[in-house]
């Protein structure tokens, strides 16, 4: 995709918005792609001006999931481009929890007892995100405790 001259008017043409954010096909297609650029594609889906909609907070949340188990697959760990998207991990699934609530926190369940240390790192810092506790204090609380003993 990157090498297609025609790829930025595409995106431009056919969404209104420039780079991958503006189309979420083509922001999977990217996911798909391979690890560099799994960042950019975190950073873009996760503006809450795009999770306005349930079913783009859906196929947001299976990004999430899809490079998320890369993170947990990943063998090199000790890059700057892993910490970047492992920093950029420990923010979004926050956001698209708190755009779909139920959704996002059986989302986030789903990661909790991973043994990865990384996976459970990420969690914790998107479950110390103020938004996700004025959601459910409760359930963020549990959720933390859970993670810290996982």
Same mark, same amino acid.
């Given at each position: 995709?990157?090498?297609?001259?025609?790829?930025?008017?595409?995106? %431009?043409?056919?969404?209104?918005?420039?780079?991958?954010?503006?189309?979420?096909?083509?922001?999977?297609?990217?996911?798909?792609?391979?690890?560099?650029?799994?960042?950019?594609?975190?950073?873009?889906?996760?503006?809450?001006?795009?999770?306005?909609?349930?079913?783009?907070?859906?196929?947001?949340?299976?990004?999430?999931?899809?490079?998320?188990?890369?993170?947990?697959?990943?063998?090199?760990?000790?890059?700057?481009?892993?910490?970047?998207?492992?920093?950029?991990?420990?923010?979004? &699934?926050?956001?698209?929890?708190?755009?779909?609530?139920?959704?996002?926190?059986?989302?986030?369940?789903?990661?909790?007892?991973?043994?990865?240390?990384?996976?459970?790192?990420?969690?914790?810092?998107?479950?110390?995100?103020?938004?996700?506790?004025?959601?459910?204090?409760? &359930?963020?609380?549990?959720? %933390?405790?859970?993670?810290?003993?996982?």
């Amino acid at each position: 995709m990157r090498s297609l001259d025609f790829w930025n008017d595409t995106l %431009l043409r056919e969404t209104g918005l420039p780079g991958p954010r503006g189309n979420l096909e083509l922001a999977k297609a990217a996911a798909l792609e391979g690890k560099r650029q799994h960042f950019i594609v975190v950073a873009g889906l996760c503006k809450p001006a795009l999770l306005r909609d349930a079913a783009i907070c859906r196929r947001v949340l299976k990004i999430l999931d899809r490079i998320t188990a890369s993170v947990a697959q990943s063998g090199d760990r000790k890059n700057d481009l892993f910490r970047t998207l492992r920093q950029a991990l420990g923010y979004c &699934w926050s956001v698209v929890a708190a755009a779909l609530p139920e959704e996002g926190k059986k989302a986030l369940e789903r990661w909790a007892d991973h043994p990865d240390p990384d996976v459970r790192w990420i969690l914790r810092e998107n479950l110390k995100k103020n938004r996700l506790e004025r959601l459910d204090r409760q &359930w963020t609380a549990a959720m %933390l405790s859970r993670v810290a003993n996982s």
